[in-house]
Structure formats: structure tokens, C-alpha cells
């Protein structure tokens, strides 16, 4: 099936370390959604975009909904250990199923304190 | 609390069995769905039913049967099961037209 390209795989950084992932797709998307999942639970949303330009935060998190709204970009400021998680970016594209969303592939963060 | 729950966490079978995972959510949203997520993390839709009709159904062995007895509930009943079914089933809904996903626990499923 159809997958966002999420990248870096993986990051490791040093506590308090600014922290930038993004993902891009070859379709245009008309949904950003950023989600967190913790080691043995369901992901959990973050935040969503919904208009091109959109700039979103959610405390030390800002996402961006990309000008060409064929990408998005996560960033997490000052990070801490508990930021630690495997980070997903998912969208809606603008033609197909009005209800599935396309995901990427996960961002492994580990930060050492 | 309202959430989005799953029955059982761990699950743990033999090879041709016949397993169920039940979920359930109080949210009030239309639309449910099940996810697998591998060993690589990557998460799969599988089914999703909005008001209890069948709206996604990607290519997914005939073996899982999703059922919906109401809106707020999603089963998914796993037929014969194979060792390529070890993973972990995740349960969603969002509100009817909407993006917005909402995940319940998971289920780990280990077929021996």
C-alpha cells in the first residue's frame, strides 16, 4: 500500500537537544496528522494540520503543514527523556478514500539525559 | 474515562486456532478501525466500519472477519491462525468525515 516517507528512521540526541523530523509524499494531501506511541501502547495524537501554511503547537511541539502540501515537518524543542517514543506522521490524501489515512514508516527517538 | 479499550492486552495461541479481540470505545465517534503493526512498527489499516458497515477492506485474508454490533464496538475474529499473525492489533475511531484517529491500547498477539 501507499506509505509517507518519514524520515530520519531513527535520531539519538542529548537531553535538551532541538529535535526536526518531516515526511513527504508524491500526492498532494489535504490532512497532517503527528502522532507519539510509547513502547508498549497505542499511538497517540499529537497534532493536526489541516491548511497548507499551518504552523501548530502543542507545547514544546510545532508542526508545520508543508506550502506544497505535499509535506509536513515535526519539531520538539528542549528535549526531555520522556520525549523518548517512536514518532509517526500520517495524512489524508486529497483523492481516494476520504477515510484512510496514508502513514509513514516512524521516527525512533531515544534521548540520553 | 472515555477511551478507546481492547480485550484482551496479550494474547498468546497455538497455530490453527480460533482467536477474538474485542474493542470497544465511548467516545461517541461513527467510524472504527483495526490496525496490525508489525515488528518494523509499521501500521496496516485492515478493516473499518461506519455505522456499522464495512468501509475499508484492504487486502487482508479472508481468515479475519471484522464484526460490528454497534457503533461503538469493533470484534475481529481471527480464523486458523499462522505464525505471520503474530503482531500487535490496534483498535481506532474517529468521528464520522473525520481524520483524527484515536488509538485504544493494543492487543499482542503471539501464535506459537
Known amino acids: 500500500g501507499q506509505q509517507l516517507n518519514q524520515s530520519p528512521q531513527s535520531m539519538f540526541i542529548q537531553e535538551g537537544e532541538d529535535v526536526s523530523m518531516n515526511c513527504t509524499s508524491s500526492s498532494i494531501f489535504n490532512t497532517w496528522l503527528w502522532y507519539k506511541q510509547d513502547p508498549g501502547e497505542g499511538p497517540v495524537l499529537l497534532i493536526a494540520?489541516?491548511?497548507a501554511g499551518e504552523l501548530t503547537s502543542n507545547g514544546r511541539l510545532t508542526a508545520q503543514f508543508g506550502i506544497t502540501r505535499k509535506d509536513s515537518f515535526l519539531n520538539i524543542s528542549a528535549s526531555i527523556p520522556s520525549d523518548v517514543g517512536i514518532y509517526f506522521c500520517a495524512g489524508q490524501p486529497n483523492a481516494g478514500n476520504n477515510r484512510k489515512l496514508i502513514w509513514g514508516l516512524g521516527t525512533s527517538l531515544a534521548v540520553n539525559p | 474515562d472515555t477511551a478507546v479499550s481492547q480485550t484482551p492486552k496479550y494474547l498468546v495461541t497455538q497455530m490453527g486456532n480460533d482467536k477474538s479481540i474485542k474493542c470497544e470505545q465511548n467516545l461517541g465517534h461513527d467510524t472504527m478501525y483495526w490496525y496490525k503493526q508489525d515488528s518494523k512498527k509499521f501500521l496496516k489499516i485492515m478493516f473499518s466500519y461506519n455505522n456499522k458497515e464495512l468501509i475499508i477492506n484492504e487486502t487482508v485474508p479472508n481468515r479475519f472477519s471484522p464484526k460490528s454490533p454497534d457503533k461503538a464496538h469493533l470484534n475481529l475474529h481471527i480464523n486458523s491462525l499462522e505464525l505471520g499473525d503474530s503482531a500487535v492489533y490496534f483498535c481506532?475511531?474517529?468521528?464520522?468525515?473525520?481524520?483524527?484517529?484515536?488509538f485504544g491500547p493494543g492487543t499482542r498477539l503471539t501464535v506459537l
Open positions: 494540520l489541516y491548511k
Open positions: 481506532a475511531s474517529s468521528r464520522d468525515g473525520g481524520n483524527e484517529q484515536f
